[in-house]
Protein backbone atom coordinates (compact mmCIF):
# COMPACT_ATOMS: atom_id res chain seq x y z
CA UNK A 1 0.00 0.00 0.00
CA UNK A 2 1.49 3.62 -0.71
CA UNK A 3 0.98 6.78 1.03
CA UNK A 4 -1.28 9.19 -0.73
CA UNK A 5 -0.39 13.18 -1.39
CA UNK A 6 -3.56 15.53 -1.07
CA UNK A 7 -2.99 19.27 -1.93
CA UNK A 8 -5.38 21.90 -2.08
CA UNK A 9 -6.10 23.27 -5.93
CA UNK A 10 -8.91 25.67 -5.51
CA UNK A 11 -11.27 27.04 -2.68
CA UNK A 12 -14.16 28.84 -4.13
CA UNK A 13 -17.23 30.93 -2.02
CA UNK A 14 -20.61 31.10 -2.89
CA UNK A 15 -21.58 34.35 -0.87
CA UNK A 16 -24.99 34.32 -2.02
CA UNK A 17 -25.74 31.07 -1.45
CA UNK A 18 -24.37 31.69 2.11
CA UNK A 19 -25.93 34.76 2.79
CA UNK A 20 -29.66 33.32 1.46
CA UNK A 21 -29.39 29.93 2.90
CA UNK A 22 -26.25 29.61 5.54
CA UNK A 23 -26.79 29.78 9.09
CA UNK A 24 -23.62 32.38 10.53
CA UNK A 25 -20.75 30.23 10.85
CA UNK A 26 -17.66 31.36 12.42
CA UNK A 27 -14.91 29.37 11.16
CA UNK A 28 -16.21 27.27 8.58
CA UNK A 29 -13.11 25.64 6.47
CA UNK A 30 -9.70 26.38 7.75
CA UNK A 31 -8.31 24.62 4.57
CA UNK A 32 -6.04 27.07 2.25
CA UNK A 33 -4.76 26.77 -1.11
CA UNK A 34 -1.65 25.23 -1.53
CA UNK A 35 -2.19 22.88 1.94
CA UNK A 36 -0.63 19.07 1.43
CA UNK A 37 -1.60 16.54 3.22
CA UNK A 38 -0.55 12.91 3.02
CA UNK A 39 -2.11 10.16 3.78
CA UNK A 40 -0.68 6.94 5.38
CA UNK A 41 -2.40 4.35 2.80
CA UNK A 42 -5.99 4.97 3.54
CA UNK A 43 -6.12 6.55 6.78
CA UNK A 44 -7.48 10.54 7.27
CA UNK A 45 -4.32 12.63 7.60
CA UNK A 46 -4.32 14.87 10.81
CA UNK A 47 -6.05 18.16 10.51
CA UNK A 48 -8.11 17.18 7.15
CA UNK A 49 -11.93 18.18 7.68
CA UNK A 50 -14.44 15.01 8.07
CA UNK A 51 -16.64 16.21 5.84
CA UNK A 52 -13.47 16.49 2.96
CA UNK A 53 -12.45 13.37 3.73
CA UNK A 54 -16.00 11.56 3.31
CA UNK A 55 -15.35 13.01 -0.17
CA UNK A 56 -12.64 11.25 -1.01
CA UNK A 57 -11.85 8.31 0.83
CA UNK A 58 -12.71 6.01 -1.68
CA UNK A 59 -10.51 7.44 -3.69
CA UNK A 60 -7.68 7.82 -1.50
CA UNK A 61 -7.78 4.13 -1.00
CA UNK A 62 -8.30 2.73 -4.60
CA UNK A 63 -5.37 5.01 -4.97
CA UNK A 64 -2.87 3.37 -1.96
CA UNK A 65 -4.06 0.01 -3.06
CA UNK A 66 -2.22 0.78 -6.78
CA UNK A 67 -5.56 1.35 -8.73
CA UNK A 68 -5.05 3.41 -11.95
CA UNK A 69 -6.59 5.11 -14.49
CA UNK A 70 -10.15 5.98 -12.66
CA UNK A 71 -13.02 6.23 -14.95
CA UNK A 72 -11.05 4.90 -17.97
CA UNK A 73 -8.55 7.78 -17.95
CA UNK A 74 -10.16 10.48 -16.94
CA UNK A 75 -6.93 11.97 -15.55
CA UNK A 76 -3.57 12.89 -17.55
CA UNK A 77 -1.49 11.05 -14.89
CA UNK A 78 -3.15 7.52 -14.30
CA UNK A 79 -3.00 7.55 -10.29
CA UNK A 80 -5.18 10.72 -9.06
CA UNK A 81 -8.08 12.13 -8.79
CA UNK A 82 -9.70 15.23 -8.24
CA UNK A 83 -12.19 15.59 -6.26
CA UNK A 84 -13.98 18.90 -4.47
CA UNK A 85 -15.70 18.08 -1.18
CA UNK A 86 -19.35 18.21 -0.61
CA UNK A 87 -19.90 21.59 0.89
CA UNK A 88 -22.58 23.68 -1.51
CA UNK A 89 -21.44 26.94 0.08
CA UNK A 90 -17.50 26.87 -0.39
CA UNK A 91 -16.65 23.68 -2.23
CA UNK A 92 -12.72 22.84 -2.18
CA UNK A 93 -11.28 20.69 -5.04
CA UNK A 94 -7.99 18.46 -4.20
CA UNK A 95 -5.75 16.58 -6.14
CA UNK A 96 -5.16 13.21 -4.99
CA UNK A 97 -1.98 11.39 -6.18
CA UNK A 98 -0.56 8.49 -5.28
CA UNK A 99 3.26 8.35 -4.20
CA UNK A 100 5.82 5.68 -4.92
CA UNK A 101 6.41 6.32 -0.97
CA UNK A 102 4.99 2.67 1.09
CA UNK A 103 2.60 3.48 3.96
CA UNK A 104 3.49 2.91 7.05
CA UNK A 105 2.05 -0.26 8.59
Not at 52 to 74: I, P
Not at 87 to 95: E, I, M, T
Request: hydrophobic letters at 45%; aromatic letters at 10%; charged letters at 25%.
Amino acid sequence: MKKVKITVMRQTVYQDLIDAYENPMQNACDIKVGQVFIANGWEKPEGLCESAWESMSAFVMALAHGAENLYNGWMKNSRSAMISCNDGFRPVSFLIEALDEEADL
